[in-house]
Every structure is written in C-alpha cells, then in structure tokens.
C-alpha cells in the first residue's frame, strides 16, 4: 500500500526567511505527486505537480519542490516567505496501479512569524 | 469560475437528524471522492466514485451513504447525525482518478451536530 510521511506537522519560520516541507512516499512504481495548500477555511488548491521529466519542479507563488527517486523524497521549497503563506501543505501521491484513491500526507502547518 | 461546488457551507444539525451534502463540479471529470478532515487526522476518504455509475467506500465509510447522480453530482448523505460525524467535509474530483490528473477540490462544508 501506498503511503506518504510528511516529516513536520508544524513549522515555524520568519517572514522572507527560506522554508523546506518535507515528505516521503514509498511507492516504488511511477509515481504522480502533488503538493496542495490549504489556507485558514479555505479548500485545498495544487501549488505545483510532477508527473515525469524534470525533477524540479515549479509552481504558484514561488514554490518549487525536488523529485528525488534515490531517496524517495518530493521536498517543498521557497527561498523567501511571506505571510501570506501561512496555511497548512499536503503532500500527495496519485493513484497508481489500477487504484483510484490518492494518499495524503497527514499536511505541515507553516506558520510565518512577522 | 469552472470547479466543485459544495453546498451548504455551514450546518448545525442535531444528533439524529438526517442531511444531504451537494456536490457538483462542471470540468467534465470521471471521478469524484468525499473527504472529511478533522484536527491532526489529515484527509480521510469517506467514499469515492471512480466513474458515473459506481461508487466505493473509502477509509470511513460507517454512518453514511453516497449517491452519483449523473456525471457531474455527487451527493453525501448522513441518515442519523452523531457528534463524531462533525468535521469539515471536502469534496474533490479528477479528470482520471487513476495517474498525474490532480484533484480539484470544494470550499468545504463545516457540519456540526449538537
């Protein structure tokens, strides 16, 4: 079965400082991931994907995240934070092999300090 | 704006009263999925309906029911609301369900029952 560990349920970071989410997934067929954001009330709303092709992949508001099959690993980045990017991020894996149900990771709380 | 519409947004229920939760999305997708999300769970499957014409239970499926209407309706309907079925409830669907499609998901439905 398919799963994905999401490392961190909250981290705290200072305005325009650099911000790594990390997750891990265990399947070791092709893989679909996702990053989605969820901010206060609000749905959640894909901030980037990796399907095939480059492992760096770009997304919304300046979020980049790493696709690294050696280490299982699919980290979320942005160099600078802002406020506004306080919200809770989830980590997804598609569904694969005949399946339809995506795995979620249990989502990273970031929290953006002035 | 093309996307998932969930309605209502907000309702209080009383334990044993019944309610339908909407759901509708107009992308033309196959699969449609209900989640609810509770503080520290993450996302949990409550059903998932990888095509017109099928549905499937997810990881929480007890206490209730769905029902795929046509293509693009697919309701969630709790018989006899209990206290534990308050939660914030999401509904998503994709164009494939199965591969790198993504989700798209609803604003969210908070339910309380008293």
């Known amino acids: 079965a398919q799963s994905v560990t999401q490392l961190d349920s909250q981290v705290p970071v200072f305005e325009e400082a650099p911000v790594e989410l990390r997750c891990n997934y265990s399947s070791s067929v092709s893989v679909y991931l996702f990053w989605y954001v969820q901010y206060p009330n609000q749905g959640l709303q894909l901030l980037l994907k990796?399907?095939?092709?480059?492992?760096l992949v770009k997304g919304i508001n300046g979020f980049e995240a790493e696709f690294n099959k050696s280490q299982t690993s699919f980290h979320l980045r942005k160099p600078s934070v802002h406020i506004s990017d306080t919200a809770e991020y989830f980590c997804?894996?598609?569904?694969?092999?005949?399946?339809?149900?995506?795995?979620f990771g249990r989502g990273t709380s970031l929290i953006v300090h002035p | 704006n093309a996307g998932v519409t969930q309605t209502p947004k907000f309702q209080v229920l009383k334990t044993g009263q019944s309610m339908t939760l909407q759901c509708a999305q107009d992308?033309?997708?196959?699969?449609m999925y209900w989640y609810r999300q509770d503080p520290g769970m993450g996302l949990r499957l409550i059903y998932y309906s990888a095509s017109e014409g099928t549905t499937d239970k997810g990881e929480v499926p007890n206490g209730y029911n769905v029902s795929r209407l046509n293509k693009r309706e697919f309701s969630l309907r709790l018989e006899s609301a209990a206290p534990s079925q308050t939660s914030v409830y999401f509904c998503?669907?994709?164009?494939?369900?199965?591969?790198?499609?993504?989700?798209?998901f609803g604003s969210g439905t908070r339910l309380t029952v008293v």
């Open positions: 992308m033309n997708h196959n699969s």
């Open positions: 990796y399907l095939s092709g480059s492992t």
């Open positions: 998503a669907s994709s164009e494939g369900g199965t591969g790198g499609y993504g989700y798209t």
């Open positions: 997804v894996e598609g569904a694969s092999g005949g399946s339809y149900i995506p795995t």
